[in-house]
T-cell receptor, first 113, second 114 residues
Framework: EPEVTQTPSHQVTQMGQEVILRCVPI?????FYWYRQILGQKVEFLVS????????KSEIFDDQFSVERPDGSNFTLKIRSTKLEDSAMYFC???????????FGEGSRLTVL | GQQLNQSPQSMFIQEGEDVSMNCTSSSIFNTWLWYKQDPGEGPVLLIALYKAGELTSNGRLTAQFGITRKDSFLNISASIPSDVGIYFC??????????????FGKGTKLSVKP
């Protein structure tokens, strides 16, 4: 069964460093998302991406964050200068159509020291 | 911002028991989704609901989209040990792109009775 894959599964970084999290969405999906989940809390929307541009972003997704689809398969989330409070699980998701069901990857755990 | 109120926060189950959880909101949603999350993994989609009043089953799971479009419930019948985990409701107001993002409830943690 097709699935969303994410790398790395866990990244530890120093505060102020740049981090790139990578995702390969399901191949025939057109809508891509990043969510995050701080330990023990609910899943929160960060950004949605369609047709090579951001469709919507939350207030969490500030200037330190950016997304890119550098080629036909990868979808990346970059955090320019990490803060302690960026420590969380980051989930990539994709959906096939506009009102579609979102399928999530297994997540990338980011630990900022 | 918009919030989903999910209850109960946690519950203990004994194998064979039926389980019920629900989500309510002050906002209308066009789609309700129920996900299960196991520790260290991503949410896995269980059931998607698209129409007010819709009742949908997936094996032992049954979910309903409330008539007012402001609530949904999930029932699990005859629970088994592998049902433990965290269940999240999620609402989607519009369609993919604008307002296509999901708003998640805080989750219901299912544990096995000691």
């Amino acid at each position: 069964e097709p699935e969303v894959t994410q790398t790395p599964s866990h990244q530890v970084t120093q505060m102020g460093q740049e981090v790139i999290l990578r995702c390969v969405p399901i191949s025939n999906h057109l809508y891509f998302y990043w969510y995050r989940q701080i330990l023990g809390q609910k899943v929160e929307f960060l950004v949605s991406f369609y047709n090579n541009e951001i469709s919507e972003k939350s207030e969490i997704f500030d200037d330190q964050f950016s997304v890119e689809r550098p080629d036909g398969s990868n979808f990346t989330l970059k955090i320019r200068s990490t803060k302690l409070e960026d420590s969380a699980m980051y989930f990539c998701a994709s959906s096939r159509d506009r009102a579609g069901e979102l399928f999530f990857g297994e997540g990338s755990r980011l630990t900022v020291l | 911002g918009q919030q989903l109120n999910q209850s109960p926060q946690s519950m203990f189950i004994q194998e064979g028991e039926d389980v019920s959880m629900n989500c309510t909101s002050s906002s209308i949603f066009n789609t309700w989704l129920w996900y299960k999350q196991d520790p260290g993994e991503g949410p896995v989609l269980l059931i998607a609901l698209y129409k007010a009043g819709e009742l949908t089953s997936n094996g032992r799971l049954t979910a309903q989209f409330g008539i007012t479009r402001k609530d949904s419930f999930l029932n699990i019948s005859a629970s088994i040990p592998s049902d433990v985990g965290i269940y999240f409701c999620a609402g989607q107001q519009g369609y993919g792109g604008s307002q296509g993002n999901l708003i998640f409830g805080k989750g219901t943690k299912l544990s096995v009775k000691p």
